[in-house]
């Protein structure tokens, strides 16, 4: 079976501009968490998505917004970019939600804002 | 604000030895807890969870659980170098409907294993 996806793998963009992410889970998994990974927060819960509809959110601000799709591909959209946005971002899947001993994470995306 | 807590580390233990890694939690409510493994430039690998008070065993690693005092610990032994990683431990907490919902994670501890 193959793994969570993500892409791009790596980014580069400037303050201000906008970016979107995309992860494709694992076939037969219909959730997808978000998690954003900085050296000085760790890892923090940023979504949950199940069956296209946002279940869980975590302590984010509006800027930070995420969509799935009926394939329960997912993706995650970031505007008006900041430096500290700068970040290791991580989808993982899961068959259900709230299903976290059976959830799998991606390779992720590092965004770097300059 | 609910919070999972770490040392930081970095925990350096022999070849062989039994590295212990420690969490303490701050929502009472948590029911599931969970133990990642992550390697520099990886993604997160979950490698034990456990709901129940008590020990579980899986191979070379023990989760403990003690929900009286908020702990949760790893034993790994016989420990190698490739175990060398930054470990994570994970919590669920509650929803304001009381379901178990999403996870915080602690920042990590690094464990190096020296040969």
């Known amino acids: 079976k193959a793994g969570v996806t993500q892409t791009p793998r790596y980014l580069i963009k400037t303050r201000g501009q906008q970016v979107t992410l995309s992860c494709s889970p694992i076939?037969?998994?219909?959730?997808v968490s978000w998690y954003q990974q900085t050296p000085g927060q760790g890892l923090q819960f940023l979504f949950e998505y199940f069956s296209e509809t946002q279940r869980n959110k975590g302590n984010f601000p509006g800027r930070f917004s995420g969509r799935q799709f009926s394939n329960s591909r997912s993706e995650m959209n970031v505007s008006t970019l900041e430096l500290g946005d700068s970040a290791l971002y991580l989808c993982?899947?899961?068959?259900?939600?709230?299903?976290?001993?059976?959830?799998?994470f991606g390779p992720g995306t590092r965004l770097l804002v300059l | 604000q609910k919070e999972v807590e770490q040392n930081s580390g970095p925990l350096s233990v022999p070849e062989g030895a039994i590295a212990s890694l420690n969490c303490t939690y701050s929502d009472r409510g948590s029911q599931s807890f969970f133990w990642y493994r992550q390697y520099s430039g990886k993604s997160p690998e979950l490698i034990m969870f456990i709901y129940s008070n008590g020990d579980k065993e899986d191979g070379r690693f023990t989760a403990q659980l003690n929900k009286a005092s908020q702990y949760v610990s790893l034993l790994i032994r016989d420990s190698q170098p490739s175990d060398s990683a930054t470990y994570l431990c994970a919590v669920t907490v509650r929803n304001y409907g009381g379901s178990q919902g999403n996870l915080i994670f602690g920042k990590g501890t690094k464990l190096s294993v020296k040969p």
């Open positions: 076939s037969g998994h219909r959730s």
């Open positions: 993982a899947s899961s068959p259900f939600t709230g299903n976290q001993e059976t959830q799998y």
